[in-house]
């Protein structure tokens, strides 16, 4: 069968050349200046206090279920329509997953009305997925959310610059999660950002995101620091799995 319509096509000319030899002419290829300039570019373009990138669209959820401190004997409540990533970085922190019903065939996210028919004593959070780039009901899950004080982590992998009454998608909830991989609006091959206004969240990504390391290789890179120390299990990558007998990192974070 001949394939008519790609399942992405990027737009990439002259600009993102020159950028990739620009990296690689500088001879420092992982998280440094370039890759602070994006952060704090994607910050201001979405309008939030802190941007952090990561190895991926699952490790930006990874972290935002362990910066919140989500683990073994919590749920959170998750749509039933996604990309299995989705689910598996709410696992992957040792919690349980709960499944709600999308609105229906007119509107693929998530049901606030479902969503609350699974509230249990249990339930500590709820992540909305911006399905498509269409924006979740976040006025009505936000509301939901705080009568039951829950955390919102929104999974925006498919919603760069996409809005709301104003607001860019991302931006409603306590963290919000994007992908880079190579069939997202915005693609880098692999790569993900968390953002966040919560300066705790924050604090704690930045640390889990780089082996629990308190000091960035390229800080010591430039000289601007001369050592660290490792104060938690952290990650670079999705490296725990609840069928492992590793522990759960939720465990580690304070
Ligand atoms: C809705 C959704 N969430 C999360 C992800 C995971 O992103 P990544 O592939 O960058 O880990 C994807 C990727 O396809 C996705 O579509």
Same mark, same amino acid.
């Given at each position: 069968?001949?394939?008519?319509?790609?399942?992405?096509?990027?737009?990439?000319?002259?600009?993102?050349?020159?950028?990739?030899?620009?990296?690689?002419?500088?001879?420092?290829?992982?998280?440094?200046?370039?890759?602070?300039?994006?952060?704090?570019?994607?910050?201001?373009?979405?309008?939030?206090?802190?941007?952090? !990138?990561?190895?991926?669209?699952?490790?930006?959820?990874?972290?935002?279920?362990?910066?919140?401190?989500?683990?073994?004997?919590?749920?959170?409540?998750?749509?039933?329509?996604?990309?299995? !990533?989705?689910?598996?970085?709410?696992?992957?922190?040792?919690?349980?997953?709960? @499944?709600?019903?999308?609105i229906g065939e007119d509107d @693929?996210?998530?049901?606030?009305?479902?969503?609350?028919?699974?509230?249990?004593?249990?339930?500590?959070?709820?992540?909305?997925?911006?399905?498509?780039?269409?924006?979740?009901?976040?006025?009505?899950?936000?509301?939901?959310?705080?009568?039951?004080?829950?955390?919102?982590?929104?999974?925006?992998?498919?919603?760069?610059?996409?809005?709301?009454?104003?607001? !860019?998608?991302?931006?409603?909830?306590?963290?919000?999660?994007?992908? @880079? @991989?190579?069939?997202?609006?915005?693609?880098?091959?692999?790569?993900?950002?968390?953002?966040?206004?919560?300066?705790?969240?924050?604090?704690?990504?930045?640390?889990?995101?780089?082996?629990?390391?308190?000091?960035?290789?390229?800080?010591?890179?430039?000289?601007?620091?001369?050592?660290?120390?490792?104060?938690?299990?952290?990650?670079?990558?999705?490296?725990?799995?609840?069928?492992?007998?590793?522990?759960?990192?939720?465990?580690?974070?304070?």
């Amino acid at each position: 069968m001949e394939m008519r319509i790609p399942l992405s096509d990027m737009a990439y000319d002259t600009e993102e050349e020159q950028a990739a030899l620009e990296v690689i002419q500088r001879r420092w290829l992982t998280m440094g200046s370039v890759t602070q300039k994006f952060e704090s570019e994607f910050a201001r373009s979405v309008g939030v206090k802190h941007a952090l !990138a990561v190895s991926n669209g699952t490790h930006a959820l990874h972290l935002a279920c362990l910066a919140l401190g989500l683990g073994p004997g919590d749920e959170v409540i998750v749509p039933a329509l996604t990309f299995v !990533a989705t689910a598996n970085a709410v696992l992957y922190s040792g919690a349980e997953v709960r @499944f709600a019903e999308i609105i229906g065939e007119d509107d @693929f996210n998530i049901s606030p009305e479902d969503i609350e028919s699974r509230i249990t004593p249990h339930t500590r959070a709820i992540v909305v997925v911006h399905y498509g780039g269409y924006a979740c009901r976040m006025p009505e899950i936000l509301e939901i959310a705080r009568h039951h004080e829950l955390a919102v982590i929104e999974d925006a992998a498919h919603a760069h610059g996409a809005l709301l009454e104003d607001r !860019a998608l991302g931006t409603w909830g306590d963290a919000g999660c994007f992908s @880079f @991989f190579s069939n997202k609006n915005l693609a880098t091959g692999e790569g993900g950002m968390l953002i966040t206004d919560r300066d705790d969240i924050a604090e704690k990504v930045r640390v889990l995101r780089s082996h629990g390391m308190t000091t960035l290789t390229w800080d010591r890179h430039q000289g601007h620091a001369y050592t660290y120390d490792v104060v938690a299990l952290g990650t670079t990558f999705l490296q725990c799995s609840r069928h492992s007998s590793t522990p759960y990192l939720s465990d580690f974070v304070a």
